[in-house]
């Protein structure tokens, strides 16, 4: 039962805006029709090479050099050979 609701309330939602969505005019509110229409313009077939893949390169470059430094900069650190690795956290409160 639990697995039927996850697949028909998203599907149930999509179906609810396709229906309240179908006759906008609104620029910033297009019916569901054209958003899936300008998704499979954008990410399936043409511009997938010249828009999409550079986009996800850029991205996944970025994300390399955080880890990179990520790593670097706490990749010295050294952790106590026995206890914890937690240090006492000061409680704030002002009393000693």
């Not at 697995?3 to 179908?22: D, F, K, Q, Y």
Request: include cysteine; aromatic fraction near 10%; hydrophobic fraction near 45%.
């Amino acid at each position: 039962m639990a697995t039927g609701l996850e697949i028909a309330v998203p599907l149930a939602l999509l179906v609810l805006w396709g229906l309240l969505s179908a006759g906008s005019k609104i620029y910033y509110f297009p019916p569901l029709t054209d958003i899936f229409a300008a998704f499979k313009d954008n990410w399936l077939f043409s511009r997938v090479h010249s828009d999409v893949v550079p986009s996800l390169t850029r991205m996944f470059a970025g994300f390399r050099i955080a880890v990179v430094a990520g790593v670097g900069a706490h990749g010295n650190r050294r952790q106590p050979a026995t206890g914890s690795s937690r240090r006492p956290v000061p409680c704030g409160c002002g009393r000693p």
